[in-house]
């Protein structure tokens, strides 16, 4: 039996993310919107960090420290979501990805303190990875 390598070239006309066809429209959306998310979440929270301490009673420094989380969480999922999309397919991930993105950014948005702001900033950022 002859397996594929992941290596191996694609045919011309062939999307992985959709066996057979084009990329759906929706996998293209999903795409710019976390794209974007991505980029607006992780920049547009630096102006909020004053607000975002004072709301939840902590210090400046210690509310941009949860900025970071992001990235780092970012940089330690990058390789996972690589080995992970091999093992599972590009489409399946960006599914999880998706989802994990819309439920990170709930718990980020209901944050009661620090702890599950960093934790739902770290969430985003491993589904960031994934669609990077």
Do not use: Y
Request: aromatic residues 2%; without cysteine.
């Amino acid at each position: 039996m002859i397996r594929r390598s992941i290596a191996t070239p694609a045919t011309p006309g062939h999307d992985p993310l959709r066996p057979g066809g084009a990329p759906s429209a929706w996998i293209t959306a999903e795409l710019t919107a976390s794209a974007l998310s991505g980029t607006v979440g992780n920049v547009s929270v630096t102006v909020a960090v004053a607000a975002i301490a004072a709301d939840l009673g902590a210090s400046i420094a210690v509310t941009a420290a949860t900025v970071v989380v992001l990235n780092v969480a970012m940089a330690f999922t990058m390789p996972l979501a690589g080995a992970w999309s091999a093992r599972v397919g590009p489409r399946n991930l960006l599914i999880a990805a998706g989802v994990g993105l819309i439920a990170s950014s709930v718990l980020l948005s209901l944050a009661p303190n620090l702890l599950v702001l960093a934790i739902a900033r770290a969430g985003q950022g491993a589904s960031l990875a994934a669609v990077v």
